[in-house]
């Protein structure tokens, strides 16, 4: 394990459902990410939080909810979702700074 | 916007030769520079990065050079083996601290 563990790894819900997918960094890290990797944009951005507060959401559709309630821990909630959202769902962490980033094994969600 | 164009989106070389990837960015106050590799299935990983004090980085078969001028930067792969083949993304650290990703280039080794 890379010290970001992500849960679950793979996930199918229907258009009407709400699940949430979790991830978790022991790392020390204070900033934590969500991105979203499909074929058609290989890494889109879609959350940021550094020191627990969102610093950048990019205009993600409200039917994606971030929650951070701590350093630690990053969640992504979801609600009424559409087949387009399929997709891997990356979390990462990062020192902030001039350091990369340590990304989780990814969520695989299939939008049904 | 904050931009990386990366080329090619795919490169296919034969064991043993050498492979090149470029990104270029458009912000000029950019100053960090990472290279991810992302083998299938799996999640990506950081292999080298580039800070902009410096032109070039090199470890073991895996070197990066950097051209502030020219607002480009390149992967180098020598004497690759099978286990290079991936997907390579290349990114710069943006105004806001999050990195942004190039599209990505599909690496194939052939033995």
């Known amino acids: 394990e890379t010290g970001v563990t992500q849960t679950p790894r793979h996930l199918v819900m229907g258009m009407t459902n709400k699940k949430s997918l979790k991830c978790e960094q022991h790392l020390g890290h204070n900033a934590m990410y969500w991105y979203k990797q499909s074929a058609k944009k290989p890494l889109e951005l879609m959350f940021v939080y550094s020191l627990e507060e969102r610093v950048e959401n990019n205009s993600v559709p409200s039917r994606f909810s971030p929650e951070c309630p701590n350093s630690s821990h990053l969640f992504l909630h979801l609600h009424t979702l559409q087949p387009e959202d399929s997709a891997l769902y990356l979390c990462?962490?990062?020192?902030?700074?001039?350091?990369?980033?340590?990304f989780g094994s990814g969520t695989r969600l299939t939008v049904v | 916007g904050e931009n990386v164009e990366q080329h090619p989106s795919t490169l296919s070389v034969q064991e043993g030769d050498s492979a090149v990837i470029k990104c270029t960015y458009s912000?000029?106050?950019?100053?960090?520079f990472p290279w991810y590799k992302q083998e299938l299935g799996k999640r990506p990983q950081l292999i080298i990065d580039?800070?902009?004090?410096?032109g070039e980085k090199k470890d073991q078969r895996i070197a990066v050079t950097l051209n502030k001028t020219a607002k480009h930067f390149s992967l180098h792969i020598t004497e690759t083996q099978p286990e290079d083949s991936a997907v390579y993304f290349c990114?710069?650290?943006?105004?806001?601290?999050?990195?942004?990703f190039g599209k990505g280039t599909k690496l194939s080794v052939k033995p």
């Open positions: 990114a710069e650290r943006g105004s806001q601290g999050n990195l942004i």
């Open positions: 912000d000029s106050a950019s100053n960090y």
């Open positions: 990462a962490s990062s020192q902030g700074g001039n350091y990369g980033y340590t």
């Open positions: 580039i800070r902009s004090n410096v």
